[in-house]
């Protein structure tokens, strides 16, 4: 009995200072009390969006002109564009939607980051100059009050392309093409290739063009921290969360020709919340869908693919998520400073990486080898079948060598 | 153990040298390679790396600037501790400081941009050496032209205009020291085809891009001089691979080349008829236990 009782009477003790824990934390926790009443407070002063019953300051905004579903590289320099063409401050309101905070899967910091002018439509060699005059000039363009300048640790090395008797023509009219548009690109003879590089072995290749300014290689993530850090000071407003849901309405219109077509408008998107069936819908003017390799599941969420098959309505977006490898190997009597990013006629490539003798390579499989993209799983034998054989044929020195890390960017390829 | 003195010594030896510092390289490198898991830090590691070269930069950058005006950021002077933190509130609690803020720095680099202009009116009336010289001259750098004297800006930036008469003569020699030359500035330098000394030496705003651009001087070049650039790299460094002719190159005092003893011999090993002038080999060597300086006073070894 005495022993029932003393039991009580300590539980009501701990009752007693369950509730004081309940009330909000000990009294020795000041720091913490002071940082959540400014938090409470800023939420009800104007500015903030205010919810009275429950705390909604981890969620985005009810509204918002503009919504970037994705937040790597290309939906940040959305953003950054937006915001930078605005004619009035704070015309435009951007809302930028990530799913993964970390980027742990997303293209941009897995890239092997190289930038290059050789492309057969003019197109791309245009949009490839405009980056690369963006990149140089990064320090004025992202330059933000009181943070130190981004050094994008560029490469400018070019990219040297090797072609077999098989691509020489097409190799000859592209370069042509290159030059019109203004890149700086210059083809090479056999010989002249091993007049300039002595470690490669020329058998096989016919023709071969080589970037001479403007190409090379950088690191994507510094680019990736300096937009966010640019976009944040401009005003634009992040969100974490995954995009489930749009909410669109459709009208029968009729063309300046008479003919009938629906007009699809998307009015919301719901944005859903990490770990939480909890979603904020927010009303928006435009969306953009900057995925990335999920793309293709954000256009069918609009329903983009969703008709009969033949009709634009029914095209799916052709952008699935595919797998590389990327290797990361140590060869002693490597190619030196000098080596610029070799792609072979077979497809397999290599770069130089830092100073020590590593190198950096992969090759694009085939349509029918392609590797499942749903397991993350990295295949060593790949590396010694399919990797390795061309690169050891095409540069000797390559015979010896001891890999060191295998990396699986997913990267997202048009089909 | 002494520098060789010809480059025919180099060779072997540097295959002895290269293996040491190339071991060290490729363990910092891997170091932050193998941590590639938790990516965040990594990334911070990698990005975090080139902040002692940034630590440099930004001062030289805002060297003729003050208070309001300067990058602030990574470096402050030591006696504007109080202002810049000063300076750092009012930026984050009205628009209109940041505003100010923010015009001020892009008028600095309009100031650049400004004096690396090119002059297409004198290139029409008087070719395009005179013109690459008269840029040169406006900059504050000096220009020879071959058989003449050094023509050279006095002290008030005032120089003679009787080089408008060389119209044929090529230009040899130019000493663009200290000068604010950028990617568009090198527009004029490189239309100089029979240039064969260039110097280089501490350009503020000199960096890895500018350097790819050198390859148009390839022919001609002889002697090139980089010393004390603040923003030169060795990836800068690795496309000199097509200056075929240089006899003599200077690559001392980088401070943004992360391994220096490392990178000269690779560019040496790059560049192999040249004689590369540099820092110190030895610098990135830990000393072996049998080499380390004995010191005979002391009772016990070093």
Same mark, same amino acid.
């Given at each position: 009995?005495?022993?029932?009782?003393?039991?009580?009477?300590?539980?009501?003790?701990?009752?007693?200072?369950?509730?004081?824990?309940?009330?909000?934390?000990?009294?020795?926790?000041?720091?913490?009390?002071?940082?959540?009443?400014?938090?409470?407070?800023?939420?009800?002063?104007?500015?903030?969006?205010?919810?009275?019953?429950?705390?909604?300051?981890?969620?985005?905004?009810?509204?918002?002109?503009?919504?970037?579903?994705?937040?790597?590289?290309?939906?940040?320099?959305?953003?950054?564009?937006?915001?930078?063409?605005?004619?009035?401050?704070?015309?435009?309101?951007?809302?930028?939607?990530?799913?993964?905070?970390?980027?742990?899967?997303?293209?941009?910091?897995?890239?092997?980051?190289?930038?290059?002018?050789?492309?057969?439509?003019?197109?791309?060699?245009?949009?490839?100059?405009?980056?690369?005059?963006?990149?140089? %000039?990064?320090? =004025?363009?992202?330059? @933000?009050?009181? &943070?130190?300048?981004?050094?994008?640790?560029?490469?400018? +090395? *070019?990219?040297?392309?090797?072609?077999?008797?098989?691509?020489?023509?097409?190799?000859?009219?592209?370069?042509?093409?290159?030059?019109?548009?203004?890149?700086?690109?210059?083809?090479?003879?056999?010989?002249?290739?091993?007049?300039?590089?002595?470690?490669?072995?020329?058998?096989?290749?016919?023709?071969?063009?080589?970037?001479?300014?403007?190409?090379?290689?950088?690191?994507?993530?510094?680019?990736?921290?300096?937009?966010?850090?640019?976009?944040?000071?401009?005003?634009?407003?992040?969100?974490?969360?995954?995009?489930?849901?749009?909410?669109?309405?459709?009208?029968?219109?009729?063309?300046?020709?008479?003919?009938?077509?629906?007009?699809?408008?998307?009015?919301?998107?719901?944005?859903?919340?990490? %770990?939480?069936? =909890?979603?904020?819908? @927010?009303?928006? &003017?435009?969306?953009?869908?900057?995925?990335?390799?999920? +793309? *293709?599941?954000?256009?069918?969420?609009?329903?983009?693919?969703?008709?009969?098959?033949?009709?634009?309505?029914?095209?799916?977006?052709?952008?699935?998520?595919?797998?590389?490898?990327?290797?990361?190997?140590?060869?002693?009597?490597?190619?030196?400073?000098?080596?610029?990013?070799?792609?072979?006629?077979?497809?397999?490539?290599?770069?130089?990486?830092?100073?020590?003798?590593?190198?950096?390579?992969?090759?694009?499989?085939?349509?029918?080898?392609?590797?499942?993209?749903?397991?993350?799983?990295?295949?060593?034998?790949?590396?010694?079948?399919?990797?390795?054989?061309?690169?050891?044929?095409?540069?000797?020195?390559?015979?010896?060598?001891?890999?060191?890390?295998?990396?699986?960017?997913?990267?997202?390829?048009?089909? | 153990?002494?520098?060789?003195?010809?480059?025919?010594?180099?060779?072997?030896?540097?295959?002895?040298?290269?293996?040491?510092?190339?071991?060290?390289?490729?363990?910092?490198?891997?170091?932050?390679?193998?941590?590639?898991?938790?990516?965040?830090?990594?990334?911070?590691?990698?990005?975090?790396?080139?902040?002692?070269?940034?630590?440099?930069?930004?001062?030289?950058?805002?060297?003729?600037?003050?208070?309001?005006?300067?990058?602030?950021?990574?470096?402050?002077?030591?006696?504007?501790?109080?202002?810049?933190?000063?300076?750092?509130?009012?930026?984050?609690?009205?628009?209109?400081?940041?505003?100010?803020?923010?015009?001020?720095?892009?008028?600095?680099?309009?100031?650049?941009?400004?004096?690396?202009?090119?002059?297409?009116?004198?290139?029409?009336?008087?070719?395009?050496?005179?013109?690459?010289?008269?840029?040169?001259?406006?900059?504050?750098?000096?220009?020879?032209?071959?058989?003449?004297?050094?023509?050279?800006?006095?002290?008030?930036?005032?120089?003679?205009?009787?080089?408008?008469?060389?119209?044929?003569?090529?230009?040899?020699?130019?000493?663009?020291?200290?000068?604010?030359?950028?990617?568009?500035?090198?527009?004029?330098?490189?239309?100089?085809?029979?240039?064969?000394?260039?110097?280089?030496?501490?350009?503020?705003?000199?960096?890895?891009?500018?350097?790819?651009?050198?390859?148009?001087?390839?022919?001609?070049?002889?002697?090139?001089?980089?010393?004390?650039?603040?923003?030169?790299?060795?990836?800068?460094?690795?496309?000199?691979?097509?200056?075929?002719?240089?006899?003599?190159?200077?690559?001392?005092?980088?401070?943004?080349?992360?391994?220096?003893?490392?990178?000269?011999?690779?560019?040496?090993?790059?560049?192999?008829?040249?004689?590369?002038?540099?820092?110190?080999?030895?610098?990135?060597?830990?000393?072996?236990?049998?080499?380390?300086?004995?010191?005979?006073?002391?009772?016990?070894?070093?």
């Amino acid at each position: 009995m005495l022993r029932r009782a003393l039991q009580l009477g300590w539980s009501r003790g701990l009752f007693i200072r369950r509730l004081g824990t309940r009330r909000g934390g000990s009294s020795l926790d000041w720091d913490g009390n002071i940082s959540e009443i400014k938090k409470k407070i800023q939420s009800f002063l104007p500015g903030g969006t205010w919810n009275p019953l429950y705390d909604t300051s981890h969620l985005p905004p009810e509204q918002s002109d503009v919504v970037i579903v994705g937040g790597g590289v290309l939906g940040l320099s959305v953003a950054y564009w937006l915001k930078k063409l605005e004619k009035i401050q704070g015309g435009i309101r951007v809302l930028v939607v990530e799913r993964d905070h970390t980027y742990s899967q997303a293209s941009t910091g897995l890239s092997v980051g190289g930038i290059r002018q050789q492309f057969s439509l003019p197109e791309n060699i245009q949009l490839s100059l405009f980056s690369v005059s963006f990149l140089r %000039n990064i320090n =004025e363009h992202l330059a @933000v009050v009181d &943070a130190p300048p981004l050094d994008l640790q560029f490469n400018p +090395s *070019g990219y040297l392309f090797l072609a077999s008797e098989k691509g020489a023509a097409i190799m000859e009219s592209n370069v042509k093409v290159q030059r019109q548009e203004g890149a700086k690109v210059c083809l090479m003879s056999p010989e002249q290739l091993r007049n300039k590089f002595p470690w490669i072995n020329t058998e096989g290749v016919a023709l071969a063009s080589y970037g001479l300014e403007d190409e090379g290689w950088f690191d994507p993530w510094c680019l990736l921290q300096g937009l966010r850090r640019k976009v944040q000071s401009m005003g634009v407003l992040f969100c974490q969360g995954e995009v489930t849901r749009f909410t669109s309405s459709s009208d029968r219109m009729k063309t300046a020709s008479e003919k009938e077509v629906i007009l699809k408008r998307i009015h919301e998107v719901h944005v859903k919340m990490d %770990n939480s069936l =909890e979603y904020q819908p @927010v009303e928006c &003017a435009i969306v953009i869908n900057a995925a990335g390799a999920w +793309s *293709g599941q954000i256009a069918e969420l609009a329903g983009i693919g969703k008709g009969l098959p033949g009709t634009l309505q029914g095209t799916k977006l052709p952008v699935e998520p595919r797998k590389r490898y990327v290797y990361l190997w140590h060869c002693p009597q490597g190619p030196g400073l000098e080596a610029p990013l070799v792609i072979d006629s077979s497809g397999a490539y290599f770069r130089r990486e830092g100073l020590g003798n590593n190198y950096l390579g992969g090759r694009s499989p085939t349509e029918e080898e392609e590797p499942d993209p749903g397991n993350l799983e990295v295949d060593h034998d790949f590396f010694q079948d399919k990797v390795w054989p061309p690169l050891a044929q095409r540069v000797p020195a390559f015979e010896t060598l001891k890999v060191c890390l295998v990396e699986c960017p997913s990267a997202s390829a048009g089909t | 153990m002494a520098a060789p003195r010809t480059v025919g010594d180099r060779s072997s030896w540097n295959l002895q040298n290269r293996s040491l510092l190339a071991a060290s390289a490729f363990r910092t490198s891997l170091g932050d390679q193998a941590s590639k898991g938790p990516r965040l830090q990594a990334q911070f590691l990698l990005s975090s790396l080139p902040n002692k070269s940034l630590r440099l930069v930004v001062p030289i950058w805002n060297r003729s600037t003050r208070g309001i005006r300067g990058l602030g950021g990574a470096v402050a002077p030591e006696g504007n501790q109080k202002k810049r933190t000063l300076l750092q509130f009012l930026s984050d609690h009205f628009y209109d400081v940041m505003a100010l803020r923010e015009f001020l720095l892009r008028m600095q680099m309009l100031k650049v941009h400004q004096k690396n202009r090119a002059f297409p009116h004198i290139e029409e009336k008087h070719g395009p050496y005179i013109a690459g010289a008269f840029f040169i001259l406006k900059q504050g750098g000096a220009v020879k032209f071959r058989d003449k004297e050094w023509v050279r800006p006095n002290e008030r930036g005032h120089f003679s205009l009787e080089f408008l008469q060389f119209q044929a003569v090529p230009v040899e020699a130019v000493d663009a020291s200290g000068c604010n030359i950028n990617y568009e500035g090198l527009n004029s330098l490189l239309a100089l085809k029979e240039l064969r000394s260039l110097s280089l030496r501490c350009c503020p705003h000199l960096d890895d891009w500018c350097l790819s651009r050198l390859h148009s001087l390839a022919n001609s070049l002889e002697e090139l001089s980089l010393a004390g650039c603040p923003r030169i790299s060795e990836r800068g460094l690795a496309c000199l691979h097509h200056l075929q002719n240089l006899r003599r190159l200077d690559i001392s005092d980088l401070p943004a080349v992360s391994n220096p003893g490392l990178t000269q011999i690779l560019v040496e090993e790059m560049l192999p008829n040249c004689e590369v002038v540099g820092t110190n080999w030895a610098e990135g060597l830990k000393l072996g236990p049998e080499e380390q300086p004995q010191d005979t006073a002391s009772p016990v070894p070093a």
